[in-house]
């Protein structure tokens, strides 16, 4: 039973993510990136696996590469933006220093409250300042305090994609020199290169968001990119 549970989670990440190998993928999962996972961390992706919604979780893999982000650049000040049920959010408090900060917002505190018994079982909520509210005007209130202007270390996004662009060039004004954002879902299930005609109507027009992002990112002078595909793609900025 415990073996058809391990492949039904394997298969779920599979449909979100772009290695379409089954075996490779639990090769790279189990080989790399779950006996490194902190069991607070599986016991949160456990508990999301059952939310309907639960596509929109932070893939582990993904988790891994963010956290060795966080540690390579020394993150103490951070920022999220789309919070779900928290597995990224999680990731990022156990990863950053004990006086670490990280400002997260999300327009659903309902979701958040799944994890947050875990969040507050491992001991880092104080690290945590969560935000119930769209993201812009929240954004645009923490820039009127000069304090939050470059002085952050590092940024994810995992939240409506059609605002990308908004967040990106705000979230320039917050990121220090060498700081680090990160954006999610820039392959958007592999239907970027789909013709649109074949694109179902209820991704399209986040499919064509991303699209336009991608581009737009591409051409941005001031960070230095780099576009991955694990999970369903992301696309990390290095502040120049």
Known sequence: ??????????NNLIDKGLLQ????YEYLLETSVYPREAESLKELRALTSTHPRAFMGTTPDVGQLMALI???????????VGVFTGYSLLLTAITIPDDGKITAIDVNQTTYEIGLPIIEKTGVKHKINFIESKALPVL??????????GTFDFAF?????DNYKNYHERLLEFLKPGGVVIYDNTLWG??????EDLVPKSRLAMRNAVIEFNKYLAADARVQISQV????GITICWRL
């Open 70 to 80: 966080l540690k390579l650049i020394n993150a103490k000040k951070t920022i999220e």
């Open 157 to 161: 996004v995992d939240a409506d994609k």
């Open 1 to 10: 039973m415990s073996a058809m549970k391990d492949l039904t989670a394997t």
């Open 21 to 24: 190998t089954t075996e490779l």
């Open 229 to 232: 595909p694990v999970g369903d």
């Open 140 to 149: 645009d209130q923490l820039l009127e305090d000069p304090e939050n202007k």
């Open 190 to 195: 592999g239907s970027v290169v789909t013709p």
